[in-house]
C-alpha cells in the first residue's frame, strides 16, 4: 500500500489523468459523430450497434492510449536510473505490483468513462428501449481486460527501453494493425485484436436495400478460444513483466 501510494505521489504532477482524458475526449468525439441524427430504424438497433461501434473504435485507439499510460508511468525510474536504488528500500517486485495496479485504476476509471458515456449517448439519441445490461456488463468485462492485457505488454516494453518512442511507436502500430484486422476476421489470437474477438455483436449489410442488420454473436469454437486468448496474455505479460522488474531491481 504505502508503494502504491509513493507510486501516485511520484505522478502527482505528471498530469496523466489529464492525458488520458483528452485522448478519450477523442474517441468521444469519434462515437458521437458516427451515427449522429439516427432515422427510426437506427433508433430501434441504436443500444446493440454501440455494442459493435465501441469495440471497433477501441481496436484502433486503445494500443495508442494504454502504450501512453505505461510510458508515463514508467519513465520515472529510468529517468532517475533508481531501480538498484529501490531495491534497498523495499522488496523486488513491489515496485511493479504498484504499477499494475496504478494502471489498473486508471484503465478502471477510463472503461466506466467509456460506459457511461455510450448509455448516456444512447438515452440522448432517444434509442428505443433500454440497454441489454448481461451483454453491456459483459462488454464492460471485455473491454477491461483487453486494455489490462495491452497495457501489461506496453508496460514491459517501457520497462526493456530506456527511449519512451520504441514503446510509443509500438502502440501505434498495434492501432495500425488492429484497424489491419478488422477487415480480415471478426477475432484474432493477438493481443492488440481482442477487441475484436470480445465484441459481442456482428451485423449483416444487404448491398440492394443498403441496409444494415445487428445481431447478437454467437461464437464459434475458435471464437471462444480467441476470448480465452485475451486471458492468457494477460498472464503472460503480467508474469514476464515482473520476472523483468525482478532482475532490473538486482
Given at each position: 500500500?504505502?508503494?502504491?501510494?509513493?507510486?501516485?505521489q511520484?505522478?502527482?504532477?505528471?498530469?496523466?489523468?489529464?492525458?488520458?482524458?483528452?485522448?478519450?475526449?477523442?474517441?468521444?468525439?469519434?462515437?458521437?459523430?458516427?451515427?449522429?441524427?439516427?432515422?427510426?430504424?437506427?433508433?430501434?438497433?441504436?443500444?446493440?450497434?454501440?455494442?459493435?461501434?465501441?469495440?471497433?473504435?477501441?481496436?484502433?485507439?486503445?494500443?495508442?492510449?494504454?502504450?501512453?499510460?505505461?510510458?508515463?508511468?514508467?519513465?520515472?525510474?529510468?529517468?532517475?536510473?533508481?531501480?538498484?536504488?529501490?531495491?534497498?528500500?523495499?522488496?523486488?517486485?513491489?515496485?511493479?505490483?504498484?504499477?499494475?495496479?496504478?494502471?489498473?485504476?486508471?484503465?478502471?476509471?477510463?472503461?466506466?468513462?467509456?460506459?457511461?458515456?455510450?448509455?448516456?449517448?444512447?438515452?440522448?439519441r432517444?434509442?428505443?428501449?433500454?440497454?441489454?445490461?448481461?451483454?453491456?456488463?459483459?462488454?464492460?468485462?471485455?473491454?477491461?481486460?483487453?486494455c489490462?492485457?495491452?497495457?501489461?505488454?506496453?508496460?514491459?516494453?517501457?520497462m526493456?527501453?530506456?527511449?519512451?518512442?520504441?514503446?510509443?511507436?509500438?502502440?501505434?502500430?498495434?492501432?495500425?494493425?488492429?484497424?489491419?484486422?478488422?477487415?480480415?476476421?471478426m477475432?484474432?489470437?493477438?493481443?492488440?485484436?481482442?477487441?475484436?474477438?470480445?465484441?459481442?455483436?456482428?451485423?449483416?449489410?444487404?448491398?440492394?436495400?443498403?441496409?444494415?442488420?445487428?445481431?447478437?454473436?454467437?461464437?464459434?469454437?475458435?471464437?471462444?478460444?480467441?476470448?480465452?486468448?485475451?486471458?492468457?496474455?494477460?498472464?503472460?505479460?503480467?508474469?514476464?513483466?515482473?520476472?523483468?522488474?525482478?532482475?532490473?531491481?538486482?
Amino acid at each position: 500500500m504505502i508503494t502504491l501510494q509513493m507510486e501516485f505521489q511520484k505522478i502527482k504532477r505528471k498530469k496523466i489523468a489529464l492525458t488520458m482524458g483528452a485522448l478519450i475526449c477523442v474517441q468521444f468525439a469519434w462515437l458521437l459523430w458516427s451515427g449522429s441524427h439516427p432515422d427510426e430504424s437506427e433508433r430501434l438497433e441504436g443500444w446493440i450497434s454501440m455494442l459493435y461501434s465501441l469495440p471497433l473504435v477501441s481496436v484502433i485507439m486503445m494500443p495508442t492510449i494504454m502504450s501512453v499510460l505505461a510510458s508515463r508511468l514508467a519513465d520515472v525510474e529510468h529517468k532517475g536510473n533508481t531501480y538498484k536504488l529501490l531495491n534497498t528500500l523495499r522488496r523486488p517486485g513491489a515496485l511493479y505490483h504498484a504499477k499494475v495496479i496504478c494502471g489498473l485504476l486508471f484503465i478502471l476509471a477510463i472503461s466506466a468513462a467509456q460506459f457511461i458515456f455510450v448509455i448516456a449517448l444512447g438515452y440522448a439519441r432517444g434509442y428505443a428501449g433500454h440497454p441489454e445490461w448481461k451483454y453491456y456488463a459483459t462488454a464492460f468485462v471485455l473491454n477491461l481486460a483487453c486494455c489490462l492485457s495491452l497495457y501489461l505488454l506496453q508496460l514491459l516494453l517501457s520497462m526493456l527501453f530506456f527511449n519512451q518512442m520504441i514503446p510509443l511507436v509500438a502502440g501505434l502500430g498495434g492501432s495500425m494493425l488492429g484497424l489491419i484486422l478488422m477487415y480480415v476476421k471478426m477475432y484474432s489470437f493477438l493481443p492488440w485484436g481482442g477487441f475484436l474477438s470480445a465484441a459481442q455483436v456482428s451485423m449483416n449489410w444487404n448491398p440492394e436495400t443498403r441496409v444494415i442488420h445487428f445481431f447478437y454473436r454467437e461464437y464459434s469454437p475458435v471464437e471462444l478460444c480467441a476470448v480465452a486468448a485475451i486471458f492468457v496474455w494477460i498472464v503472460v505479460f503480467y508474469t514476464a513483466g515482473r520476472i523483468l522488474f525482478a532482475r532490473k531491481e538486482a
